[in-house]
């Protein structure tokens, strides 16, 4: 999705090839710790080269850089522990951590159980130490405190900042249709509210609010002045999307796109630098409004969950708790997706359910609990600014008066083949157009893209007055259930000729369609086509661009058309069988809006294949309790049709173009193959590279550091044995080594490294040893070469590993990497394994 990342794609797939043995890793290509704190300017990962600006992302919000101020701080203690002529006590890594020791490189993925384990001997401190003093009885309370404190700032942050978004792109839509006398800071509707010369024939209209040809030209009337504002609406429109693209592309390249697919690969352990900083927040919450004013066919929901975990990511590192341990930081994003899907539908319940059903990879009870917390506060901060003015929390309120039937039941789950349908070919195309737009010159050329794109967006919308508005109006418009009042065409029936056919309460009986409602027909089909091809090269563009509203709005014009002719046929036939004895004359049998709002989950289904928070967020988003049942219907519908073109929906297929290492949870293994099968090295591979346990100098770990590309190495008794001890990451070894130089006197490259608890034998003369068994992982995860991959796999999934060794009776073998994992389903699924660009 991302364009400027190819070079570096590429760059790491080089080094995938090369001697299995541990992890890949490009991103070590320098044997010193100076090479780790201090990017070259060639580095595609940490400096971005864009319009002939380069910026420096090395600096992030994610993890703090390191300080060499701090690397140089050499306790005596620590010497002392690492060095053999010192006291042999080890060296507590909670009480005196090495700066940088125990912290991942940019494009790796984390070890969930060194996390976790981490943070139960923090929690474990902190509890024993709260028994012997009431000040850090207090710090205990504190720590289990800030948790709650945490969501709650989340809360308040993604709902203040939803809040502005909605209003400002509100006023910015409105814009490019004209301007406020009264107050240019006012919308249109705000600023007809206080007039009294509106009608409910035109309550759009008043004199207060004029169009850019009656300031220009003096009247609203005339193909002069519909030309002009014909030229305005694109002018606007044209703005808008440059400002988005330039900004994206000068200050926050990661602030581009859905953002989604992204979170989910951060939530399984992988890390983007930078992909959630306090620059991408800033940029993605401008050109969000810019982008969603400017016309396009994208929505802000998606975005949404994107700012939101931006908020949390920087408000982690308020705590220490979440600021060092990266498994900690995931379970406050998968909070923070939550509170995004909240503020963008006022949907805290279906917020809460997205998140454990699409987003995250760990979800435990206690994340549960706080989500709900987080998104309650999200939905009451964004009730208290009333962004919609309606004092309503939900986007899309409708009320419909009328019950459904059972046989409804039948064009419903037609709604939901539909869904289905055009979900799983709306996916080919937009990833068929993505994989274009990255291998061709198209990609080399976003900001030109963008404005094509918009131009013949604003060419071809303005004169359908269905395409001409916002995807939320157009939405609200096609959910809303006619009443005696509307004006809108949609409810452009014949007046009913008896008082018999005037409906009962509230309801309005079917009434045979009028001129304006089969107008608004042929409006709304040609809306469907436009909608169906202009979405699929929207979304991927380099704007915030969500979908989240678009395809719900394809749903909800077909739902609505169905509707209709639903409607009439019953109104024109209600002495079919089908109809007798519910639909009598003078009933109002069909609603047309509630179609509507079952094609907008049908087709949302159907792209995302989201089931059961897809029902709770449409009817959070609608208020419809009681169609809770046609929703289910054609949202299972939806699902079945789509899964049976692909399994992947729109998120799992930008994942894997992407080509990141993300190994879906949801999909079942039904190979045979063994462990041996995918380790590596395979056969005529050099063999594996390790590390010995005190038979190496300090020099030839150096060496064999330079010469690989490897996150990490396994320790072994004697290259002879080749019995396992432990594993150990090359970036706490670099680390570790360079602050010994550093801080330990006569540590040279003679000097023994020693993984040991024992002291070994050495000449007297010899210099002393360096002791790293500190660093050391002395229960890695293991299998041996017969368990069957299914179970491998499952126990990647479900344990978080970023490696397992496998063994021959107690002898190493080889090593399963996750990237390892992905390739081997790739080849398994007839796909390219070198599209796995990550480990």
């Not at 002009?228 to 330039?246: D, E, Q």
């Not at 010994?740 to 002393?768: H, M, N, W």
Request: charged fraction near 20%.
């Amino acid at each position: 999705m991302l364009k400027f990342w190819t070079s570096s794609h590429r760059k790491y797939a080089s080094g995938s090839d090369g001697a299995a043995g541990a992890m890949d890793n490009p991103g070590y290509c320098s044997g010193s710790f100076d090479g780790l704190q201090h990017p070259s300017d060639d580095d595609d990962d940490e400096m971005v080269d864009i319009a002939g600006a380069t910026l420096d992302f090395s600096t992030t919000d994610d993890v703090p850089p390191l300080s060499s101020a701090d690397n140089d701080e050499c306790s005596s203690n620590r010497a002392a522990g690492m060095n053999g002529s010192g006291p042999t006590k080890l060296v507590n890594p909670l009480e005196d951590p090495l700066p940088g020791v125990g912290t991942y490189e940019d494009f790796n993925t984390i070890d969930w159980v060194r996390e976790k384990s981490k943070d139960r001997d923090r929690h474990r401190e902190i509890t024993n130490k709260s028994r012997q003093s009431t000040v850090a009885l207090l710090h205990s309370i504190s720590d289990a405190f800030s948790g709650w404190l945490l969501m709650l700032l989340v809360g308040l942050m993604a709902g203040a900042l939803a809040g502005g978004i909605d209003i400002a792109a509100h006023w910015m839509t409105d814009l490019k249709e004209g301007i406020c006398l009264i107050g240019f800071w006012f919308n249109h509707e705000h600023c007809c509210w206080t007039s009294n010369e509106t009608t409910f024939q035109e309550r759009d209209r008043c004199p207060q609010w004029q169009s850019w040809a009656e300031l220009i030209t003096g009247t609203s009337e005339g193909a002069f002045a519909y030309i002009v504002n014909y030229l305005m609406y694109i002018v606007w429109a044209l703005l808008f999307s440059f400002l988005a693209v330039a900004l994206v592309r000068a200050f926050a390249p990661y602030a581009c796109g859905s953002g989604i697919p992204e979170i989910k690969t951060i939530l399984s352990g992988f890390i983007i630098r930078g992909y959630l900083g306090k620059w991408t927040l800033i940029i993605k919450t401008i050109t969000l409004v810019l982008a969603v004013s400017s016309g396009l066919s994208l929505g802000k929901e998606g975005p949404l969950v994107h700012v939101a975990c931006c908020c949390a990511n920087i408000l982690c590192h308020l705590f220490t708790k979440y600021r060092k341990n990266e498994a900690k930081r995931r379970e406050v994003l998968s909070a923070a997706a939550a509170v995004g899907v909240s503020v963008a539908f006022g949907a805290p319940i279906g917020g809460v359910l997205f998140s454990l059903e699409e987003v995250s990879y760990y979800f435990p009870l206690k994340t549960l609990w706080r989500s709900f917390f987080a998104a309650l506060v999200a939905a009451f901060t964004l009730r208290s600014i009333n962004p919609f003015g309606n004092s309503r929390l939900v986007l899309f309120y409708v009320e419909f008066h009328a019950p459904w039937h059972l046989v409804e039941l039948a064009p419903f789950i037609l709604l939901g083949i539909f869904g289905g349908v055009w979900g799983a070919l709306f996916i080919r195309a937009n990833i068929a157009w993505c994989r274009r737009r990255k291998t061709t010159r198209l990609g080399h050329y976003p900001v030109i893209e963008v404005l094509v794109v918009t131009a013949l967006t604003a060419l071809l919308a303005y004169p359908n007055s269905y395409t001409r508005m916002s995807g939320a109006e157009l939405i609200s418009e096609l959910f809303n259930d006619c009443s005696l009042l509307d004006s809108s065409q949609l409810c452009g029936y014949k007046q009913p000729v008896n008082a018999s056919e005037t409906g009962v309460g509230n309801s309005l009986a079917d009434r045979p369609a009028g001129e304006g409602l089969y107008t608004a027909l042929w409006q709304l089909a040609l809306a469907l086509i436009f909608k169906v091809l202009v979405t699929v090269i929207t979304f991927g563009m380099k704007v915030p661009s969500g979908l989240f509203i678009p395809s719900m709005a394809v749903g909800a014009i077909a739902g609505r058309l169905l509707g209709v002719g639903m409607e009439q046929l019953a109104y024109y036939n209600h002495n079919w069988l089908i109809f007798r004895g519910w639909c009598t004359p003078g009933a109002d049998c069909i609603t047309p809006g509630l179609y509507a709002m079952v094609g907008a989950a049908a087709c949302l289904g159907g792209v995302t294949r989201m089931t059961v928070s897809l029902v709770v967020i449409m009817f959070e988003l609608t208020g419809g309790l009681e169609y809770i049942v046609p929703l289910m219907a054609a949202t299972m519908t939806s699902k079945w049709v789509a899964d049976a073109f692909g399994r992947e929906g729109i998120y799992e297929a930008h994942i894997r173009l992407n080509g990141y290492p993300f190994l879906e949870p949801k999909e079942e293994f039904e190979h045979s193959s063994l462990a041996v099968d995918v380790m590596r090295p395979r056969r005529g591979d050099p063999a594996l590279a390790v590390l010995t346990q005190d038979g190496m100098t300090v020099g030839e770990v150096e060496t064999l550091v330079e010469s690989t590309r490897y996150s990490g190495f396994p320790v072994v008794v004697s290259q002879e044995s080749q019995r396992l001890v432990g594993f150990v990451l090359r970036r706490d070894l670099l680390i570790s080594i360079d602050n010994a130089r550093k801080c330990q006197d006569g540590i040279v490259s003679a000097s023994l490294v020693v993984f040991t608890e024992y002291t070994p034998p050495q000449p007297p003369e010899a210099p002393p040893f360096l002791r790293l068994r500190s660093i050391l992982d002395l229960s890695p995860f293991t299998v041996t070469d017969h368990t069957p991959m299914d179970i491998t796999v499952d126990i990647f999934r479900k344990l978080g590993l970023r490696q397992c060794l496998v063994t021959h009776n107690g002898r190493l073998l080889g090593i399963i990497t996750k990237k390892d994992i992905l390739k081997h389903l790739a080849q398994i699924a007839n796909r390219d394994p070198d599209s796995i660009l990550f480990n």
